[in-house]
């Protein structure tokens, strides 16, 4: 990873520089090409950064309900509110987050990570007005 000043980042896999290097290159390497900024990177950083759940940015920091900020990943997204902090939000919790009008809706912002249930019957994370499960039949509901 290269560091990028104090709050930005560039994260790199190893990439090739010519295409006779390629038969040396980690052929498992990430091959990330977008920044990642201030408090959104640091929790990307706790997550693994490019080699943990997230993987590599898709898209670039962009704007959120209510000043905070957002940040799309391979397998999530990360969001950041001064209220909250960062925190990752992926599958079947962030598809039904969003499909609810995300930060905007009645949840509000994540406050902590996804966990798992108490029985493993399934996953749940809490946001700033309410609760999320996904549970392992499939099912996705919220409270708010």
Not at 2 to 10: F, P, Y
Not at 63 to 84: E, H, K, L, N, V
Request: glycine share 16%; proline share 3%.
């Amino acid at each position: 990873m290269v560091t990028l000043g104090l709050a930005a980042a560039t994260v790199f896999g190893a990439v090739p520089a010519r295409a006779d290097e390629s038969k040396s290159a980690d052929k498992s390497a990430t091959y990330c090409r977008l920044r990642v900024h201030g408090g959104i990177l640091s929790h990307y950083r706790t997550l693994g950064s490019d080699k943990g759940r997230l993987g590599c940015p898709m898209g670039i920091e962009q704007s959120a309900a209510g000043g905070g900020r957002m940040q799309q990943f391979d397998g999530g997204s990360i969001y950041w509110s001064a209220q909250t902090g960062a925190h990752a939000v992926a599958g079947r919790i962030l598809q039904l987050w969003q499909g609810n009008r995300g930060e905007a809706g009645c949840v509000g912002y994540p406050v902590d990570e996804e966990s798992d249930t108490p029985d493993h019957r399934g996953r749940y994370q809490h946001f700033q007005r309410g609760t999320i499960w996904h549970w392992n039949d499939g099912r996705v509901s919220a409270v708010c």
